[in-house]
């Protein structure tokens, strides 16, 4: 079996990978992206719709001219690329595991680093079965989405029911269109953003149909994919039936009053085609199987100031550590994952940690540790939909920040950094808290 030996390996080559990979490589190490799929970009490539970058480069590109800018770098650089390539297995490295002789083979941006820590066995059409041994290994695999079997839609089983992201790459990358009369369940943003598509390419798009009392996806795509187009919301209301045998007929919509199903007021639109944007998880089966500890209100990895694991060597950023509302907020995250993994390589230590976890209002916070000695970039998804908020981030009970917020819903990630000023008293039982509270 081929032996492959780098100081890093980042599986995943979307916007998350490239950016930390590109990281480590500027960092003086040898890295390597491991990606499934035959190209570079992972789902922007799909995204054809412009909106990309405002924060990043400062002007707005569509996903292809995103991802290509990081594509390009990638390409320059010695980082070594790994296409159509799946990571089967992540283990812990043992002189005693098959691994004695390293076997090192002179390929780009390989290291002569003699201490690995982890082998990934991978498996490519081209290549067949290899192994990669490394210091330090970056889950940037993203995440998937939720489909018809998560949330349990009654009803017939026929053709025309797909989730959004498939109908985005059969119509733009694949070039097939998947229906013409469409129903869209679930208001995520690329539920929002396929109903503008179709509507672009002639089909007509009944309606979308959301649970919740508020969108699940952000403002903007409200306005831009369904007020534009004069498409209807039905808001607090549930598909309680798909018809149609051998193809989609139909769908049964009820309307719900305080979480209870009117019946009497259900109604039925007609269709050929139900989208499913009902939510994204974590791609996290490698993970589990290499035994990171996954947290419950993310479905991604436990991590600590550094984006570090449970595991040592083994970090996590981008959608498969937290499901993010901009590919903006992926990149910097994936940036600062990919300089604390060469700073890990050097031999840098984190000498003072304090757990940080979400307070009243706050579904989740992330990193769930924060480093008493340097700045901290944090990512928050609020519970509530409110407006004037004060964001308190609170030490042992103590208030240590109040941000205002105008307005905060679930569907938009909050960011903000916490510093060593702020983080000063810090005790060997102390822990920071964050929560959504109204303006005081």
């Given amino acids: 079996m081929k032996d492959l030996y780098y100081d890093a390996v980042v599986i995943g080559g979307g916007a998350a990978g490239m950016a930390a990979a590109l990281e480590i490589e500027r960092g003086g190490h040898g890295v390597a ?3 499934r799929e035959d190209f570079l970009g992972g789902i922007l490539m799909q995204c054809i719709h412009a909106g990309f970058g405002l924060k990043v480069f400062k002007e707005e590109l569509t996903g292809p001219e995103f ?17 159509g390539t799946t990571v ?17 083979e002179q390929e780009k941006g390989v290291s002569t680093s003699p201490f690995p820590r982890w082998e990934l066995f991978c498996v490519s059409p081209e290549v067949g079965v290899f192994r990669i041994l490394t210091r330090a290994v970056v889950l940037a695999m993203g995440c998937r989405e939720r489909n018809r079997g998560n949330i349990r839609i009654p009803g017939s089983r026929p053709a025309g029911i797909y989730t959004a992201g498939l109908a985005q790459r059969l119509v733009n990358i694949e070039g097939y269109i998947p229906g013409r ?9 690329i539920g929002l953003i396929m ?5 672009w390419i002639g089909c007509t798009v009944q309606a979308v149909v959301e649970i919740m009392p508020y969108p699940s996806g952000l403002t903007r795509n409200i306005v831009q994919c369904l007020d534009d187009f004069g498409i209807p919301l039905y808001l607090s209301s549930q598909v309680t039936n798909i018809f149609g045998n051998h193809r989609v007929e139909g769908v049964e919509v009820t309307p719900m009053e305080r979480g209870v199903l009117i019946r009497e007021k259900a109604f039925r639109l007609s269709c050929d085609t139900v989208l499913l944007s009902v939510g994204l998880v974590p791609e996290n089966e490698l993970s589990r199987t290499a035994g990171v500890e996954l947290h419950p209100s993310t479905g991604g990895p436990v991590v600590d100031s550094r984006l570090m694991t449970n595991l040592p060597g083994i970090f996590a950023c981008g959608n498969v550590l937290h499901v993010h509302d901009l590919v903006d907020w992926v990149t910097e995250e994936a940036s600062f994952c990919g300089k604390q993994v060469t700073q890990w390589l050097a031999g840098k230590m984190v000498l003072r940690q304090v757990p940080c976890r979400a307070g009243a209002n706050v579904r989740s916070v992330t990193p769930n540790k924060l480093n008493v000695e340097e700045d901290n970039p944090l990512y928050l998804r609020s519970m509530i939909v409110a407006n004037e908020t004060d964001l308190e ?3 042992d009970n103590r208030v240590i920040k109040r941000i205002q917020k105008s307005h905060v ?5 909050i960011t903000l950094s916490l510093g060593k000023k702020e983080l000063e008293g810090v005790r060997e039982d102390s822990v920071v808290e964050l929560a959504l509270l109204p303006h005081q």
């Fill in 33 to 35: 992206i491991v990606e």
């Fill in 67 to 83: 991802a290509e800018r990081f594509i390009e770098a990638v390409l320059q650089s010695s980082i070594a690329v790994y296409l």
């Fill in 88 to 104: 089967t297995k992540l283990v812990p490295w043992t002189a005693t595991n098959g691994g004695g002789d390293l076997g090192r």
């Fill in 181 to 189: 009369n469409i129903v869209i369940i679930g208001s995520g943003d």
């Fill in 195 to 199: 109903a503008r598509r179709m509507s």
């Fill in 393 to 395: 981030v609170r030490l």
């Fill in 409 to 413: 819903q679930p569907s938009e990630m």
